[in-house]
């Protein structure tokens, strides 16, 4: 098992996995809860699996509607599933994550532990923007791209760009004059 999350299961005992072998951990994954493994048995952790730190709700969103055709669970802001996955672990031809075509599988260059990958700040950010000022950025989630130390989006209906610095954080826009939708 590798890049995957056994965690926050609510089962009286043995409440993520009951094991009657011998687990073998691929590495990359989040498990049990409250600092406590919850796997019994013969157990080899890789040195890369984490044990979650608190409840679940630290680490993943309830089950919702995050786009896709089916429900899943979202990594939270500063969950530690995110960017905490092997990129080498899943398969060249995997592009999006479990919602399909709208949702790259890998964001920020490494994947996230979980079958969905979650938004960073900057994510957050541009989101937001979009919404915001949805007659100046569009069309809407366009691939969010690197280059030097900037992370940007490129909307190519308006000749728009949106920015932030990673030296200082600050946000930068570059386009026609911007005027907020409300």
């Known amino acids: 098992m590798g890049n995957s999350i056994v965690a926050g299961n609510i089962a009286p005992i043995d409440k993520e996995m009951e094991n009657f072998g011998i687990f073998l ?3 990359h994954n989040l498990l049990g809860e409250n600092r406590k493994m919850g796997i019994t048995a013969d157990t080899k952790l890789a040195s890369t699996d984490l044990i979650l ?3 679940i709700d630290m680490a993943i969103a ?3 509607d995050n786009g896709g055709a089916t429900p899943s669970h979202k990594p939270v802001l500063k969950s ?4 905490a996955g092997s990129n080498t672990l899943i398969n060249d031809t995997i592009i999006y994550d479990q919602r399909g075509s709208d949702f790259y599988r890998v964001n920020n260059g490494l994947i996230d532990i979980g079958s969905v990958e979650g ?3 900057i994510e957050c950010l541009f989101n937001w923007a ?3 000022y949805s007659a100046l950025l569009s069309p809407s989630k366009p691939g969010t791209a690197l280059w030097d130390i ?4 490129y909307y190519s209906i308006s000749d728009a760009y949106v920015g932030v610095s990673l030296a200082n954080d600050h946000v930068y826009y570059m386009g026609a004059k911007a005027t ?3």
Not at 80 to 83: A, C, E, G, K, T
Not at 150 to 153: E, V
């Open 119 to 121: 938004e960073d700040n």
């Open 25 to 27: 951990s691929l590495g």
């Open 180 to 182: 907020r939708n409300k």
């Open 80 to 83: 530690q599933v995110l960017d």
């Open 150 to 153: 900037y992370t940007y989006r």
């Open 130 to 132: 979009e919404e915001e």
């Open 53 to 55: 730190t608190g409840t």
């Open 62 to 64: 309830p089950l919702a």
